[in-house]
């Protein structure tokens, strides 16, 4: 078991971050249209989004915000960048959650304000650092967007805003870099307290994108860092949602959903694994109900070495030659034609 820092807790409308709470999956918008804004969160809510941050560019993008928390449930924070009173507004119309770079808003004054309506409307501000929007003066210093220039960077604005007589803060701190931005997390986490916002800034699309995306994360998740994250992708919204569920499925941090582990396949694979796998998930959407515990379900291509080679999982499938084995703790327990596997497989977990 991953032992996590325990950091400051804030809460963004009903979701607490930080303070022991559960990691959470967030996403932001790729749409600038409100119905398709609006169709967009319901769809990454399906798939378990538990927070959601829309762009604001623009004071027509600010009167968006109250009719898509009225069509929406989870908390939406407000992406700010270079006007501070575009975050005012999104205050004012419902924002639960403000994130802004400091360092491209333009004064302490200015900075001053966001914060004075945060406190007063009791929402959070999350300081949002990255390489690509450094202060001139701290490049200058560091030569690049060095963990160092990071680093700094997001001391002295947590020192400016506490100076102001406020503490609930998110903080991030990316970088395009993978190396850098976990390096990056490391100096805040052993120096500050606060919750912490994980991810890699533009890692692209495809499986780059998702490779430094996972490698990131997950580093910094297994090191105890990181309380809420989010996958940025160059593709889909729905493709961040996914990948950020399994990283924390990946290391134990999402215990009560099932697992599937599946065979890489080889030559002797007799089935179509890929198919069987997409067939088995699916299938366990409808039978979460009846699981008392989290399930780990194995989905092997070969019946010489299906069951021992997923042993420890709850159950199993494997087949070949138009018949299918289930299992349970690597022991058989009925032989089905393959037609029958995923059915049968799912009527078992139900009866156990």
Not at 197 to 207: E, F, K, Q
Not at 276 to 282: D, P, S, Y
Not at 317 to 335: A, L, M, P, Q
Not at 342 to 351: G, H, M
């Amino acid at each position: 078991m991953i032992k996590r820092k325990l950091t400051k807790q804030v809460k963004v409308g009903n979701v607490k971050i930080g303070g022991g709470a559960i990691v959470s999956v967030q996403s932001m918008t790729k749409s600038k249209n409100l119905l398709e804004i609006i169709k967009e969160i319901k769809e990454l809510e399906s798939l378990g989004c538990e927070l959601i941050r829309v762009a604001i560019p623009d004071f027509e993008s600010v009167k968006k915000i109250k009719k898509i928390k009225k069509e929406t449930h989870i908390p939406l924070i407000a992406d700010i960048h270079f006007n501070y009173k575009l975050a005012i507004e999104s205050i004012k119309q419902g924002a639960d959650k403000v994130r802004m770079n400091p360092g491209n808003i333009g004064s302490k004054e200015k900075v001053r304000e966001v914060v004075k309506y945060a406190k007063d409307y009791n929402i959070p501000i999350r300081i949002g650092v990255n390489s690509g929007s450094l202060e001139k003066d701290i490049l200058s210093k560091y030569g690049s967007s060095t963990s160092d220039a990071l680093f700094e960077s997001i001391k002295k604005w947590v020192k400016i805003i506490e100076d102001f007589g406020f503490d609930s803060l998110v903080l991030s701190a990316k970088s395009s870099d993978t190396n850098t931005t976990i390096e990056t997390y490391r100096k805040i986490s052993r120096e500050l307290n606060y919750p912490l916002h994980i991810g890699v800034t533009a890692t692209g699309s495809g499986i780059q994108g998702m490779v430094r995306s996972s490698i990131g994360i997950g580093t910094l998740l297994s090191e105890g860092i990181g309380d809420t994250l989010r996958v940025s992708l160059t593709g889909s919204s729905r493709d961040e949602v996914k990948l950020g569920h399994e990283i924390l499925k990946s290391l134990g941090f999402k215990k009560k959903e099932p697992q599937i582990i599946a065979c890489p396949t080889c030559g002797r694979c007799e089935i179509n694994v890929e198919k069987l796998a997409n067939e088995v998930e699916k299938g366990l959407n409808s039978v979460g109900a009846y699981c008392n515990t989290p399930l780990r379900i194995a989905v092997m291509g070969c019946i010489v070495n299906g069951p021992g080679e997923a042993r420890d999982a709850d159950f199993g499938v494997t087949g070949g030659k138009g018949k299918g084995i289930i299992f349970r703790k690597g022991k058989i327990i009925k032989k089905v034609a393959e037609n029958k596997i995923v059915a049968t497989l799912l009527e078992e977990i139900k009866n156990t």
